[in-house]
């Protein structure tokens, strides 16, 4: 079946770049999304990429896909400790769905 | 406009007993989801509505339900509570209409936490 994998952990400095990874098993999936949860809160969409497109930029966000490996990745920009959170990977289930499968999901923590 | 709303937001029960949460989607949207959010399993599909009608179906026991109404509200029901379906219940909701990349765009409601005991 379908499998997501995210690293757990990600600690980075103020102003620093974080990157966080993702793979998926889906060949067929067409669109990956990155969410944002904060504690006690539910799941912020942030940006989603398309399967024909290799990146995508949203401001201080930089999805980038490679779709031969299954591989994603999420890079924020002068990461903020305001950016400290849970950052989930998901992909939508191939057909007339909204059914998405998520990763484990990758704690950022950003120190001052 | 207003986004995804849940009540109730906390809960405790005894187990054996039963359970029902409700999830108002965004305004015009007519597809909700329902994930189940456990510190072991993470987040798991539960099922999906879209105009009334359950349009897909994740792998839990039948004591998990759901249901969506003309106005695409949706509750889900678990009954015969166990200790293990303590939760975070995540509802989602999109326009969910096929029609390109923004109808499959779920936001998120802030979830009822369930509490068995």
């Known amino acids: 079946g379908e499998d997501v994998e995210q690293s757990l952990f990600l600690s980075v400095r103020e102003g620093d770049s974080s990157v966080i990874n993702c793979t998926y098993t889906d060949s067929s999936s067409t669109y990956l999304y990155w969410y944002k949860q904060e504690p006690g809160a539910g799941l912020q969409l942030l940006t989603y990429?398309?399967?024909?497109?290799d990146m995508k930029q949203d401001q201080r966000l930089t999805v980038l896909l490679n779709k031969k490996d299954k591989h994603l990745s999420l890079r924020i920009a002068d990461t903020q400790t305001g950016d400290s959170a849970i950052y989930f990977c998901a992909e939508r289930e191939s057909g007339n769905t909204g059914k998405l499968i998520f990763g484990q999901g990758t704690t950022l923590q950003v120190k001052p | 406009k207003a986004g995804v709303t849940q009540t109730p937001r906390y809960l405790i029960k005894t187990r054996g007993q039963q359970v029902t949460l409700s999830c108002s989607p965004i305004?015009?949207?007519?597809?909700v989801s329902w994930y189940q959010q456990t510190p072991g399993q993470g987040l798991q599909f539960l099922f999906e509505?879209?105009?009334?009608?359950?349009?897909n179906k994740g792998n839990f026991p039948g004591r998990f339900s759901g249901r969506q109404f003309s106005n695409s509200r949706s509750e889900m029901n678990v009954s015969t509570l166990e200790l293990g379906d303590s939760a975070l219940y995540l509802c989602a909701s999109s326009l969910g209409g096929g029609r390109g990349p923004s109808s499959y765009e779920q936001y998120f409601g802030p979830g009822t936490r369930l509490t068995v005991t």
């Open positions: 305004s015009g949207h007519r597809s």
């Open positions: 990429i398309f399967s024909n497109m």
């Open positions: 509505y879209f105009s009334e009608t359950q349009r």
